[in-house]
């Protein structure tokens, strides 16, 4: 029992210096972007980009980092029904929106620094608010698509399927039907696949 107790205890202390360790300079550099964002003139596109990368990457780092902490330090069920609900909402949005986030950067710094795309940068004038409504388009996309995380997540006092329980220990899962979960599985694998597709393209072009 006391060896156990030392792993969990073990567990909990990585994970608290992880995910403070991430949290303290995600902060730090979203601070110093903002501080540069107010005291410039112009606007530059790669700022707007990477303060909402820092964002995504913060949540990411509250919603799964923080719950799995506190489980490793042997709190149980204190996420209610909602909580659970909300907490897995966030974590899938905020890793949707890192993922696309980071391939619409790796797309403007190939448009910005590769010879053959030379002829987009005519369109250089208008860039900010391009990159701002794609921005804009990234957090709203996975916004909807991780709407059926809401359906299945519950709290772990509703769930009677313990090997699902023991995987989230702080929340379960429902086994969505079988036609919901092929359709949600072809829309994540597509979305991710087509982003990693982009950021392999561009960097290869660069």
């Avoid at 388009?137 to 009677?160: A, D």
Wanted: proline share 2%.
């Amino acid at each position: 029992m006391d060896g156990w107790v030392s792993i969990s205890l073990s567990w909990g202390l990585t994970f608290l210096t992880q995910t403070g360790a991430g949290i303290l300079a995600n902060c730090s550099l979203l601070c110093l972007y903002n501080v540069t964002l107010l005291n410039a003139h112009v606007l530059r596109p790669t700022e707007l980009i990477l303060n909402q990368l820092i964002l995504a990457n913060n949540l990411v780092l509250f919603s799964k980092g923080i719950p799995q902490t506190a489980v490793a330090f042997g709190l149980k069920s204190f996420l209610s029904d909602a909580g659970c609900k909300f907490v897995f909402y966030l974590h899938r949005v905020a890793r949707g929106v890192s993922l696309s986030t980071t391939c619409l950067l790796s797309g403007f710094q190939a448009i910005k620094l590769c010879p053959s795309f030379s002829g987009w940068l005519e369109h250089r004038v208008r860039c900010t608010m391009f990159i701002g409504f794609c921005c804009s388009i990234c957090c709203i996309l996975h916004l909807l698509l991780n709407m059926v995380v809401t359906m299945n997540v519950t709290g772990p006092k509703n769930s009677k399927n313990t090997s699902v329980e023991n995987i989230y220990r702080y929340c379960s899962s429902r086994i969505p039907e079988r036609l919901v979960f092929c359709v949600s599985a072809v829309i994540y694998a597509s979305t991710d696949g087509v982003c990693l597709g982009l950021m392999v393209w561009t960097s290869g072009s660069m």
